[in-house]
């Protein structure tokens, strides 16, 4: 079946550094794939996502592209800011009107950035 | 656009007791779907609703249920409550069942249910 991998966390970076959280996923087809960011006693927000091989998805300074040969979606921003700090799962949905919409969820990968 | 809206935020209630969870999806959404989000699981699937039928479901016993109404806002109710109820209940909506690339799921700021 679907399933999602995500890099263990907690992650501390300093401010500026390079992020890179890695997401790996195994499905057949071709599931959307997505990053969602969960910031302290919040819900999740969508941070970006990408619908075919290829396609990058890219938000706020985020980017990750949807990698059909490696089956990853890694996360990865050029320079972190301090308000980068908190959780972001990697999920994977499969939309289907027949069986019922799938979603599937990382474990969540914890980020902190020190000024 | 308003965006997905859970109430109550903050629930209390003690072991045995029932609760009712509500959801209010976009405007215009007529999937709904619930997560449980606790520290040692993680986000785990409850069910999803759409046209007030449920159309999947995750492994979680008889005492979570939802329905979902014809203006597509969802309850969830969780009877007989346990301390491992304890968590973090998330709602989202999407705008159809097999919405296809197009679609996304945008959550609600979730309910905070805490068993004693």
């Known amino acids: 079946g679907d399933s999602v991998t995500q890099m263990e966390g907690p992650v501390t970076l300093s401010e500026e550094a390079f992020l890179t959280i890695n997401c790996t996923y195994t499905a057949t087809g071709y599931p959307s794939l997505f990053w969602y960011v969960q910031y302290p006693g919040e819900g999740l927000q969508l941070l970006l996502k990408a619908t075919k091989a290829d396609d990058k998805g890219s938000n706020k300074g985020f980017e990750a592209t949807y990698r059909k040969e490696t089956t990853s979606f890694h996360l990865e921003k050029g320079s972190v800011q301090v308000s980068d700090s908190a959780v972001y799962f990697c999920?994977?949905?499969?939309?289907?009107?027949?069986?019922?919409?799938?979603?599937?969820f990382g474990t969540g990968t914890s980020l902190t950035v020190i000024p | 656009k308003a965006g997905v809206t859970q109430t109550p935020r903050y629930l209390i209630k003690t072991r045995g007791q029932q609760v009712t969870l509500s959801c209010s999806p976009i405007?215009?959404?007529?999937?709904v779907s619930w997560y449980q989000q606790t520290p040692g699981q993680g986000l785990q699937f409850l069910f999803e609703y759409f046209s007030e039928t449920q159309r999947n479901k995750g492994n979680f016993p008889g005492r979570f249920s939802g329905r979902q109404f014809s203006n597509s806002r969802s309850e969830m109710n969780v009877s007989t409550l346990e301390l491992g109820d304890s968590a973090l209940y998330l709602c989202?909506?999407?705008?159809?069942?097999?919405?296809?690339?197009?679609?996304?799921?945008?959550f609600g700021p979730g309910t905070r249910l805490t068993v004693l």
């Open positions: 989202a909506s999407s705008l159809a069942l097999g919405g296809g690339p197009s679609d996304t799921q945008y």
């Open positions: 999920a994977l949905f499969r939309w289907s009107l027949n069986t019922g919409n799938q979603f599937y």
């Open positions: 405007s215009g959404h007529r999937s």
